[in-house]
Structure formats: structure tokens, C-alpha cells
């Protein structure tokens, strides 16, 4: 590890507390956020196993396999664990990545954790009502916010404003 990795890692470590609290008070919607907890085999009995790797294990899946990719009507995407409305129709642009992705998020959400599986520190985001794995965010994104929140597509839902 250099000294750079190093002294990313110890900001975030320090920036996390002050995002978590930032996220759980822009909401003041208690019911919305009231937080969901289930057992491992509770969460098992209402996901698919590719749901359950993702949301509940972290996991990532395949690139450019989601059809919500190629969705383009109107509506709202939902947390595919508790259906909790976290992006619009107007927040998606295609990033060429693979994988669903937003310019931003509903306020109040999302809760982001720095992640350090491969190595270098990233930023992690889950549904803050049922903790559910969903992504990670990049300064790689369009105007006006820079950011692309790069979503896997098994952890969310559309609903059609149709």
C-alpha cells in the first residue's frame, strides 16, 4: 500500500460518519426509512438467488445482462428488497457500462460505505430502508452532478408512470 492509498483510505474512514448522518437526516419521512430487518432466510424466502448475492452479499452482477439497460419509458426504479423508490426515469443516462446508472438519487434514499474490496477505497451505496446492497458511485458521471451511481439491475424494480 502506498502512502496516497493510505491517506485516501484514512479520509474516508473519517468522511463515512458525516455521509451516513448526512443521508438518514434528509429525509424526515420516518415511516419511509424506518429501517427493515430481516434473517438471512427470511430475506432468502422473498429473493432470488441472484437478488440475494447482490443485496444481501454484496455481490455484483454481469454486465450488460439487466434488461432495465434498455427500459426507457417513465417511472420510478425501486428497491428490488423492500420497494423503496430510490432513482426516477429522469435521473438514468446510459453510462456504456453495463449496468443501470444515475446522475443522482432520491434525497434521503441512499446511504453510501467505503468499500475496500479491491484495495483502493470505492464508495458503496445500499437503500437505506432495508440496507440492501445496490452499487457503487463514481465522479465518472454527466452534468449536473459528475457523479454516476452504477446500479446492478437485480437489486432494483421499475414501475411504469403509465
Not at 51 to 71: D, H, I
Not at 85 to 110: A, H, N, Q, V
Not at 136 to 162: I, Q, W
Request: with cysteine; proline share 4%.
Amino acid at each position: 500500500m502506498n502512502r496516497r492509498t493510505f491517506i485516501i483510505g484514512a479520509l474516508a474512514l473519517l468522511i463515512y460518519p458525516v455521509t451516513a448522518i448526512k443521508a438518514l437526516a434528509a429525509n424526515g419521512k420516518q415511516a419511509m426509512t424506518e429501517k427493515i430487518k430481516k434473517t438471512k432466510n427470511e430475506w432468502r424466502k422473498i429473493l432470488t438467488p441472484e437478488q440475494f448475492n447482490v443485496l444481501r452479499q454484496e455481490g455484483t452482477e454481469r454486465a450488460f445482462t439487466s434488461p432495465l439497460n434498455k427500459e426507457h419509458r417513465k417511472g420510478t426504479y425501486i428497491c428490488a428488497g423492500c420497494e423503496l423508490e430510490l432513482f426516477t426515469s429522469e435521473m438514468k443516462y446510459d453510462s456504456g457500462t453495463g449496468w443501470p446508472s444515475f446522475f443522482t438519487f432520491i434525497e434521503g434514499r441512499i446511504e453510501t460505505k467505503t468499500d475496500y474490496k479491491l484495495i483502493y477505497p470505492r464508495t458503496e451505496y445500499h437503500c437505506i430502508r432495508c440496507g440492501g446492497h445496490q452499487g457503487h458511485v463514481f465522479n465518472d458521471g454527466p452534468e449536473p452532478t459528475g457523479k454516476r451511481y452504477c446500479n446492478n439491475g437485480v437489486a432494483l424494480k421499475f414501475t411504469s408512470a403509465s
